[in-house]
């Protein structure tokens, strides 16, 4: 993998190794399967859509970042 | 945690009032349901003002689309959060969804980005290349490294007389080992971005690698900053323009696809 970018690099990597490997789990967001990031607080964050359907990605409410229930 | 004790969230307040509308008893099911919808819409727009601090607009159905690629390209390393990131994951399966869609006659592609990972903006920028529909790119403050390839990617690129471009070398920052054999990898990245943005526009070869290895222009780097017009004259971009223009042009190649109304 090779970033290319006129950042430092050192500015774009900071913090990489205080990122944890964070808790996932695979659901199903009103029939959509989904991979979402267990927070602290128990909230369910998405990561990204498993959906092959690219409808699916058009969704507003299916974005990476949103807080989804389950 | 409710809503009251978030910052940046402001009561809601729903841009048609819903009025009951004049219609047969029968119609009382559809009505509801539609109500409905409406209520996951506003939802929906609630959570986006929430999470993303981004505020829906009223959805008018547009035949042009527009796709925004801000921040870092993020390739296959999740980069650390202070990075703001287009996932080129979750804009592939979009670029799949606009190409078959028939309502989409038109894709406006708005950029402000500062490079990141090769592959990813490669993938973005053949993506864009490859669509069948009418396509505008519009570099707006910057499209800086990576940038450059996507913006030349849509059948019409243009830029504001303020953005910037940088070109520059790709350099060694992957996990790559081995110096020789790095070198070679490095060198066949960089080639793979060049010959992109030749072949879809009109600047050479030989004057793209002089702006990328001009010395004496960046402060730490070697390279060129090519701001607007410049970006023109050099051939990387056709023209100098905004959203009016790029608007326009789009609006222009769709009706000449027979496609287009109004």
Known sequence: MILYTPIQLEQVLQGLDEMKSAKTKQVMISGVPALVQVEEDGSNKLVKLLSTDPEHYMRPELVPGVQVKI | MSNENRQGVFPFHPSQPIQPSPGKPGDDHQKHSDRNKDDDKTKASMESVKELGANNIPQVQS?????????????????????????????????VALEQAKEVKGVVIMLNT?????????AIAEMIASMSKPTVSVVLGGGHSIGVPIAVAAD????????????HPIRLNGLVIGVPQTYEYVEKMQDRVINFVI??????????????????????????????????????????GGLNEAINILNKSIEGNGEYVQ
């Open chain 2, 199 to 240: 072949s879809h526009s009109n600047v050479s070869q030989e004057k793209f690698r002089e702006f990328m290895f001009r010395a004496g222009e960046l402060a730490r780097d070697i390279g060129t900053v090519l701001i607007g017009q410049e970006a023109v004259e050099a051939g990387i971009i056709s023209s100098v």
């Open chain 2, 63 to 95: 035949s042009i689309h527009c796709l925004s690629i801000v921040g870092q390209v993020e390739g296959h390393m999740v980069l650390p959060p202070q990075n703001k990131t287009t996932k080129y994951e979750h804009l592939i399966p979009q670029l």
């Open chain 2, 114 to 122: 500062v490079g990141g990972d090769v592959e990813a903006g490669l």
């Open chain 2, 156 to 167: 019409t690129s243009m830029i504001t007389p303020t953005a910037s471009m940088t070109i």
